[in-house]
């Protein structure tokens, strides 16, 4: 396997794409795959991959972070807050901005560079023509979703477990009141570990049921860091996602686990918290929560 993928990064980085000969005879390409295809062509597919993949994880998660940093500053929102009495300070934000960016750079830079030649003997498409349609796509992030969840519910547990909590996780858990930024605040270990529920879940789907196109990769990807940074935002919203399906776990759910460092453990959905038992605690402080309202309405 190893031998495989060093010849298919030698192979990557030797050659360059020509268009003229990925587009079928007699095909039209509309106009988005026009746009993706002219971004590769003439240029190392490597290299194009890993630098567009870099850039769209960097303006997702940081353009993401900006609605939730502007509430910060408008009293309006102050009542969404779940832990109000808590401020984000500057000093706070810097601490985890120079993480982020070792981060970023230094492990999570690498780790793209190094998906796609393994991604492309699993069965992944980057140029391939036609791209996915939108149902295609919207199944396979579904599966994505529920596959990465999986995978995130049971690491956190084992990341809950004292030396490899002391010793890892620790890190992450050091903002109780989690905001935006924090989503990706973590030891190098369990950005690594993690991230491997995000890129595995397509690559075990190329394994096991069929293709998945670099374009789906990137809309799930996309999606995965919107959900992680509402989860870490410390907002709750009269419109967030939780509100209108109930088995989203959201930044309600997530807040929760940071403030008392015990349940919550899923990622993006609340039922393997509930079928194991692990949100029984979270469960007392909603309705300890709920009886206080109702004593103070």
Same mark, same amino acid.
């Given at each position: 396997?190893?031998?495989?993928?060093?010849?298919?990064?030698?192979?990557?980085? +030797?050659?360059?794409?020509?268009?003229?000969?990925?587009?079928?005879?007699?095909?039209?390409?509309?106009?988005?795959?026009?746009?993706?295809?002219?971004?590769f062509?003439?240029?190392?597919?490597?290299?194009?991959?890993?630098?567009?993949?870099?850039?769209?994880?960097?303006?997702?998660? $940081?353009?993401?972070?900006?609605? $939730?940093?502007?509430?910060?500053?408008?009293?309006?929102f102050?009542?969404?807050?779940?832990?109000?009495?808590?401020?984000?300070?500057?000093?706070?934000?810097?601490?985890?901005?120079?993480?982020?960016?070792?981060?970023?750079?230094?492990?999570?830079?690498?780790?793209?560079?190094?998906f796609?030649?393994?991604?492309?003997?699993?069965?992944?498409?980057?140029?391939?023509?036609?791209?996915?349609?939108?149902?295609?796509?919207?199944?396979?992030?579904?599966? $994505?979703?529920?596959?990465?969840?999986?995978?995130?519910?049971?690491?956190?547990?084992?990341?809950?477990?004292?030396p490899?909590?002391?010793?890892?996780?620790?890190?992450?858990?050091e903002? +109780?009141?989690?905001?935006?930024?924090?989503?990706?605040?973590?030891?190098?270990?369990e950005?690594?570990?993690?991230?491997?529920?995000?890129?595995?879940?397509?690559?075990?789907?190329?394994?096991?049921?069929?293709?998945?196109?670099?374009?789906?990769?990137?809309?799930?990807?996309?999606?995965?860091?919107?959900q992680?940074?509402?989860?870490?935002?410390?907002?709750?919203?009269?419109?967030?996602?939780?509100?209108?399906?109930? $088995?989203?776990?959201?930044?309600?759910?997530?807040?929760?686990?940071?403030?008392?460092?015990?349940?919550?453990?899923?990622?993006?959905?609340?039922w393997?918290?509930?079928?194991?038992?692990?949100?029984?605690?979270?469960?007392?402080?909603?309705?300890?929560?709920?009886?206080?309202?109702?004593?103070?309405?």
């Amino acid at each position: 396997m190893l031998e495989a993928v060093i010849d298919n990064v030698r192979e990557m980085l +030797s050659t360059t794409v020509d268009v003229s000969q990925i587009i079928p005879q007699g095909y039209e390409p509309n106009w988005f795959e026009r746009t993706w295809l002219s971004m590769f062509d003439g240029r190392n597919e490597l290299l194009t991959f890993t630098v567009i993949a870099f850039l769209m994880h960097e303006a997702v998660y $940081f353009g993401r972070y900006l609605p $939730f940093l502007v509430c910060d500053y408008i009293p309006a929102f102050r009542k969404y807050k779940i832990q109000g009495g808590k401020e984000v300070t500057a000093a706070m934000q810097w601490k985890c901005l120079k993480s982020l960016l070792f981060s970023h750079f230094i492990i999570e830079g690498p780790l793209m560079l190094g998906f796609l030649p393994v991604a492309k003997l699993a069965g992944i498409r980057t140029t391939e023509l036609p791209l996915p349609g939108w149902a295609e796509m919207a199944v396979q992030i579904a599966v $994505f979703f529920v596959l990465e969840d999986f995978w995130h519910y049971w690491i956190h547990r084992l990341f809950h477990w004292g030396p490899l909590y002391r010793g890892v996780h620790k890190i992450h858990h050091e903002f +109780s009141s989690p905001f935006g930024l924090t989503a990706e605040y973590a030891h190098p270990l369990e950005t690594i570990i993690f991230g491997q529920g995000t890129i595995g879940g397509p690559i075990l789907y190329c394994r096991l049921v069929g293709s998945v196109h670099a374009v789906t990769m990137f809309a799930w990807i996309w999606l995965r860091l919107f959900q992680a940074i509402d989860a870490h935002s410390g907002y709750d919203f009269p419109w967030s996602l939780h509100n209108f399906m109930p $088995f989203w776990a959201g930044a309600d759910h997530h807040d929760y686990h940071h403030a008392s460092f015990v349940n919550n453990f899923s990622s993006s959905f609340r039922w393997w918290d509930t079928l194991f038992g692990t949100d029984s605690k979270y469960h007392a402080h909603k309705a300890r929560q709920a009886k206080l309202k109702a004593k103070t309405a």
